[in-house]
């Protein structure tokens, strides 16, 4: 009885994974690139290119865009830390990225459409009631890191300053501050998250080649006082860029 051998792409990835496990190859070496690897071993570029989806999956090595693969270490500078900042007053995303030594910034867009039966169902409104949408493309020392789809019910923020997210004097602050203007008190916010495999649009754009894993993240805020959801958004994050933090450590007294 004969047994078949592993398929090339998992050959390359297990003698890479054993020079990465045996020290050979160290944290932060840069890996053969794609076509070093077909010279080696044969094949075409998704050999290669699978063989190392194993490895970032398996969290041996990062994807660096445009650049080529390195071996993962414990302190991959690369790892951005998420964490939900109530009271912060400025972006809760520039803030947390300039604390972990990058430059957080963000491209978006804004329209008013009538909400979806799906939008509406997380906002407590009735389907086809006009809300504000916004998309973003977040940005780490200008690598695409997130995506988000933000929904807000006009008939909440429509009158006032806040209405447009990213114009006027409160443009950039983050949800919690933008409703304090208008007396609105958020709590925690409610988040289903899960993890998938990014589509063929969210991994162009966010870079990743080939598409890598993702953490889906389903967000809503409601108003502490009445209960009433006043933002819902889909956020998508790189899952090979990101962990997320939920609660906090007491201080040591």
Known sequence: ?????????????????????TGELTPGDRLPSV???IQQYGGSNSVASRAYRVLVDDGLVVSRHGVGHY???PET??????R?????????FAQGAAEQGAVGTWRHESTTEQATEAVAA????????PVMHTSYVYLADDRPVQLAESWEPLALTGQS?????????YAGVGVAARMRVLSIEVGDPVERVRARMATRAEAQALGMTPPGPVLAIERTYYDQDSGRPVETADIVM????WVTVYGQAPSAT
Do not use: C, F, K, W
């Open 161 to 169: 300053l806040v209405a447009l997210p990213e114009v006027g004097p």
């Open 84 to 92: 939900h900042r109530r009271r912060s007053e400025d972006s809760p």
């Open 238 to 241: 790189r899952g090979d860029r």
């Open 1 to 21: 009885m004969s047994t078949s051998e592993p398929p090339l792409y998992l050959r390359v990835a297990d003698e890479l994974r054993a020079r990465i496990t």
């Open 71 to 73: 071996v993962r270490g």
């Open 77 to 82: 500078p690369e790892l951005l830390v998420r």
């Open 35 to 37: 076509a070093e690897l």
């Open 122 to 129: 997380r906002l407590g409104i009735t389907a086809g009631d």
